[in-house]
């Protein structure tokens, strides 16, 4: 009997169907490691199989390593990380709840956190979003369902110039995301997403 594998739609073409078995595969790795939160899960498979992104596109549990004026490093971390073409497109913060408190750590993340300015922040609890512009702080809420397909994001990206945040206020963005390090409280997404009965 063949396996049975949930790729999310119907492939239209046996390219689609090998691009959608390795999305799924990608998910599928990701679980068996235990590398994902439970609203990292919902996010990634959502990114993949409905907003055509690549598993190339998506650095999970990024970490990033700063130093701080007095010369302390330290590590802060981005739960998602989209890279389209070496450009830092989208940080994804992915909590269970008060999902406005995260804004600020969100945009300190956008300014100072990946080498290059990112223009986008999202923070999710897996149905809402709060998306974030990393360059001026303003905020749209939504569904999951607002956020940009992978072919918006890129025609976004052609079109913004994007300049580096200002050196002398670099510390006080980094010491926000030093501050915030402290509260981190990740829940595994155990069994998720999954999979028929029989596998």
């Given at each position: 009997m063949a396996e049975y594998f949930d790729l999310g739609k119907a492939p239209e073409s046996p390219e689609e169907r090998q691009e959608l078995l390795g999305k799924r595969e990608f998910m599928d790795s990701l679980i068996e490691k235990q590398a994902l939160t439970q609203v990292q899960a919902v996010v990634v498979d959502f990114l993949l199989t409905t907003k055509g992104y690549l598993p190339a596109d998506l650095r999970i549990n990024h970490t990033a390593e700063?130093?701080?004026?007095?010369g302390k490093t330290f590590q802060t971390p981005a739960d998602i990380l989209v890279v389209i073409d070496d450009k830092p497109a989208l940080f994804v913060k992915c909590s269970m709840s008060s999902l406005v408190s995260w804004d600020r750590h969100a945009v300190a993340f956008c300014r100072v956190g990946a080498g290059k300015p990112i223009p986008f922040a999202l923070v999710t609890d897996g149905a809402d979003i709060r998306l974030i512009s990393g360059l001026d702080g303003s905020v749209s809420e939504g569904r999951l369902e607002d956020i940009p397909s992978r072919e918006e994001m890129i025609r976004v990206l052609a079109s913004m110039?994007?300049?580096?945040?200002?050196?002398?206020?670099?510390?006080?963005?980094?010491?926000?995301?030093?501050?915030?390090?402290?509260?981190?409280?990740?829940?595994?997404?155990e069994g998720y997403p999954k999979k028929p009965d029989g596998q």
């Open positions: 700063l130093t701080l004026a007095d110039t994007v300049s580096c945040y200002p050196e002398e206020k670099c510390d006080k963005e980094r010491r926000i995301l030093y501050a915030f390090d402290a509260i981190r409280c990740p829940i595994l997404a």
